[in-house]
């Protein structure tokens, strides 16, 4: 890498691609697998004379060892009169690197594009806000709690009295004795509800002191956030200029906020503008650098929920960077994204009556609709079967999974099945190919998940929200192995078989927790269940396509 330079030559004889491959739904080709090749490198200190000579900083090397997400941009260095197509045709290229986030709590260091805004200069506005809040959280965590006063009536019993008429007792004494009793009873209930309602008015001004900082608190951070998202000023292909709060506005009324999060909030989720891809993007942009590929990749350990793999690459998130890429990307011809593109499949027909019917679903095909307009199984079926009743989709499949599905053409259908689920009835199997040879016999897998809001439809593992998630494996040979789901999460088996704590092994061709192939090799072969009319046992096998 070139010292007090942020543009790193990139020496490259093969073909250049002819548009941007798309962030959401790639695999690096092998210009910026180059780039990944030398960023690494450097990364893990291995002689180059390509590289500056001084050494990774430590600190950096020890906190990047955690887990960073890093990112290669490969450019072309054009003039102010260069065109897209003519400067593509140049050979001389160049790549800049960028990682998400801060690193040791920087976003300048050496070798990497800066963040889009620095907002963590000491004496900065940012941080002089932000000591304020952190400030009042202190004086909030300081402050007593309200009691409740029910806390306090542990040592301040009702008095007891006998009721009762005693041995040596005439009428006359214990009616006075009686009346005295329900008097002093009387007094000592009017004295503790003169002490309860002085209590509750002191433990409310408590309560309301809090409120009121957290109030203020609240306050405070938004207006703080909306101060920092208006400072993210963006660049796009066009050389058009917006802050990020007009950008996710724009896509809110574009429809182009995804579906899956809270899109009645038009603004950006904390952290937009500082992943890799738009930091990468907005350096091209501002100095007139044309983008020719890009890949994200993860260096170091996997974090505990999310499934990562050192140098795995990845896609961009989608409730961070999808509005602000769709935006930024403008002016700039980019790949289609080939999961959002309209396909068409047969859908085989493996077994049919009047109230279910099982089919073969193919890899590519949605179980049911989606935001795209792609074909799906609950729309072929609902042609197929006009004048079915019932809810027709059971269960699902992922979109990449193939398979055995049961339909249900009535209510009835529908709703036993279902039970069946829910009482964990009905038997799959599925096979699936790994990435790497798998040592273990059999085995279970307890990990829960949960979605992962900010990246739908990723799911993480999340030992204190997640739901329960049990499956059992079965090694066929080095690389095949059989799936038992003991439930029926999201992605449970992907997830499972990839994640650190599972069998640290992704199926090959997931492009969301492993490595893009041609397909997802995972293949629902079996399935068994009791038919919900006649209740005799249905058992269906079909060979997985690989």
Not at 25 to 35: N, R, T
Not at 155 to 179: L, M, S, T, W
Not at 377 to 403: C, E, F, K, W
Not at 460 to 483: C, M, N
């Amino acid at each position: 890498m070139k010292n007090n330079s942020l543009l790193h030559r990139l020496h490259y004889d093969g073909e250049v691609p002819k548009c941007l491959n798309n962030p959401f739904y790639y695999q690096p080709d092998p210009l910026s697998q180059k780039a990944i090749d030398e960023l690494a490198a450097y990364l893990s200190g291995t002689e180059n004379q390509r590289f500056a000579s001084r050494n990774v900083n430590p600190d950096f090397k020890q906190e990047i060892a955690q887990g960073k997400m890093f990112g290669v941009l490969v450019v072309k260095n054009s003039t102010t009169t260069a065109t897209t197509s003519n400067a593509r045709g140049d050979k001389k290229l160049y790549y800049l690197a960028g990682y998400s986030g801060q690193i040791c709590g920087r976003s300048d260091w050496d070798e990497f594009v800066p963040a889009v805004f620095d907002y963590l200069e000491p004496d900065g506005f940012f941080k002089r806000e932000e000591a304020e809040i952190v400030s009042l959280s202190h004086d909030i965590d300081a402050m007593p709690r309200p009691l409740k006063w029910e806390e306090m009536l542990e040592n301040a019993h009702q008095p007891v009295y006998f009721k009762g008429r005693k041995a040596d007792e005439d009428e006359e004494a214990y009616i006075r004795r009686r009346q005295f009793e329900n008097a002093e009873l009387h007094r000592w209930k009017l004295k503790m509800r003169q002490k309860r309602e002085k209590f509750e008015a002191y433990e409310s001004q408590k309560a309301k002191k809090i409120a009121s900082l957290k109030t203020l608190r609240r306050q405070k951070s938004d207006a703080l956030q909306t101060w920092l998202f208006r400072q993210f000023v963006m660049q796009n292909g066009r050389g058009e200029k917006q802050d990020l709060i007009e950008i996710f506005q724009k896509c809110q009324l574009s429809d182009t906020i995804d579906s899956t999060s809270n899109s009645k909030n038009t603004l950006p989720p904390a952290g937009t503008g500082e992943c890799c891809e738009p930091k990468l993007l907005q350096y091209a942009f501002k100095h007139g650098l044309i983008p020719i590929s890009m890949a994200m990749f993860w260096w170091g350990k996997s974090p505990r929920g999310e499934v990562r793999h050192h140098l795995g690459c990845y896609p961009a998130c989608h409730g961070k960077c999808k509005p602000l890429l769709h935006w930024m990307l403008q002016g700039i011809e980019v790949a289609p994204n080939s999961l959002e593109e309209e396909r068409h499949h047969s859908l085989e027909t493996i077994y049919d009556d009047e109230d279910i019917c099982v089919i073969n679903k193919p890899a590519g095909m949605l179980a049911v609709p989606g935001k795209s307009q792609r074909e799906n199984v609950y729309n072929l079926i609902r042609q197929r079967y006009p004048d079915a009743t019932g809810p027709l989709i059971a269960h699902r499949l992922d979109m990449a999974t193939s398979g055995l599905m049961v339909v249900a053409k009535s209510m009835q259908a529908y709703l036993n099945l279902q039970a069946q689920f829910a009482k964990r009835q009905i038997s799959k199997r599925y096979v699936a190919i790994l990435s790497k040879p798998l040592t273990q016999a059999t085995g279970k897998i307890s990990l829960p998940l949960r979605p992962d809001l900010m990246d739908r439809p990723r799911q993480i593992v999340d030992w204190q929200h997640g739901k329960a998630a049990t499956t059992h494996f079965e090694r066929i040979d080095s690389y095949r192995v059989a799936l038992y789901p003991l439930t029926g999460r999201t992605h449970q088996l992907r997830v499972h078989c990839a994640h650190r704590d599972g069998l640290n092994n992704p199926i090959k061709g997931d492009d969301l927790y492993g490595q893009h192939a041609n397909r997802l090799y995972l293949h629902a072969e079996r399935l068994v269940f009791k038919h919900p009319s006649t209740g005799r046992r249905m058992e269906f096998s079909i060979p997985a396509p690989f």
